[in-house]
């Protein structure tokens, strides 16, 4: 007498292909923090000099900002603090270009680990970019707190929005670097123009001024620099008393979601290329 077959399970599937998305998923975390205790590693060094020594880094690029703005004898645009001000503007500066100088970067100082099994261009990205939101958080505490420990009145306005506003800083150098870094694979001249960037934003992004107060011309030109923008809002966040025509949240925020997507979509290209 034959036994009755059992009618196959319609979850079974399902079930292998949830299990196999979670076995992928948990080597890639895996890989990624590997790749992340390696940066951490090649960058700072292994004691905890070499880490601090990155960490307030930033204030070098401040301590330059307020000779150059005592030279020029210029007050404060708004505000009765010139550090602050300036603090205002070099924040998301930094925040940026730390970001996408260091994600530019990725694929020139860890192609080796692609021979390696396992090891994705996308896992060498992500670590980076894990690195960076936990290295900006810590420069922008370090940052206020000395000013707040040297006798400057850190009073923000608007914690959310000046939250915000360095969150897009930090998500437009992840767009920049994505970009650059990953164009660099097959046009190495993209590296170069990449580390051109920050002196150019330097100077023309809002640190020593506000672009709300520039003639029409100039700053219908700046206005397609998002980082004017960020800085711009950044300030709106800060002062309770600063109101700003030259900001549009609409528009920062559709060209930061144009470039990132843009540098998402260049990874597979360059996956293909490497």
Do not use: C
């Amino acid at each position: 007498m034959q036994r009755p077959r059992h009618a196959p399970t319609r979850h079974a599937p399902a079930r292998h292909a949830a299990e196999t998305w979670a076995s992928s998923s948990g080597m890639h975390a895996r890989v990624v923090g590997a790749v992340i205790m390696r940066d951490l590693q090649t960058r700072f060094g292994t004691g905890y000099f070499g880490f601090l020594l990155g960490l307030i880094m930033p204030l070098g690029h401040l301590t330059v900002a307020m000779g150059i703005t005592l030279l020029l004898g210029r007050p404060a645009p708004v505000g009765s603090d010139t550090a602050i001000f300036l603090t205002t503007g070099l924040l998301p500066f930094i925040v940026w270009l730390y970001g996408h100088r260091q994600i530019m970067l990725t694929i020139v100082q860890n192609r080796p680990l692609l021979y390696f099994p396992g090891v994705d261009i996308f896992d060498l990205f992500a670590a980076r970019i894990v690195i960076e939101i936990v290295t900006a958080t810590l420069v922008v505490g370090i940052v206020l707190g000395s000013l707040s420990m040297i006798g400057h009145d850190v009073q923000i306005a608007d914690w959310p929005g000046f939250t915000y506003a360095l969150m897009q800083a930090w998500l437009l150098g992840v767009a920049t670097g994505l970009i650059f870094g990953t164009t660099s694979t097959f046009a190495p001249i993209a590296l170069l123009i990449g580390n051109l960037l920050g002196p150019l934003l330097w100077g023309i992004s809002g640190i020593f001024f506000l672009a709300d107060s520039l003639p029409e011309r100039i700053s219908n030109v700046l206005y397609y620099n998002p980082l004017s923008q960020i800085i711009d809002g950044l300030r709106i966040s800060y002062y309770a008393e600063y109101y700003s025509s030259f900001y549009s949240e609409k528009s920062l925020s559709t060209q930061i979601l144009v470039l990132l997507t843009a540098g998402m979509a260049l990874i597979p290209v360059t996956r293909k290329v490497s």
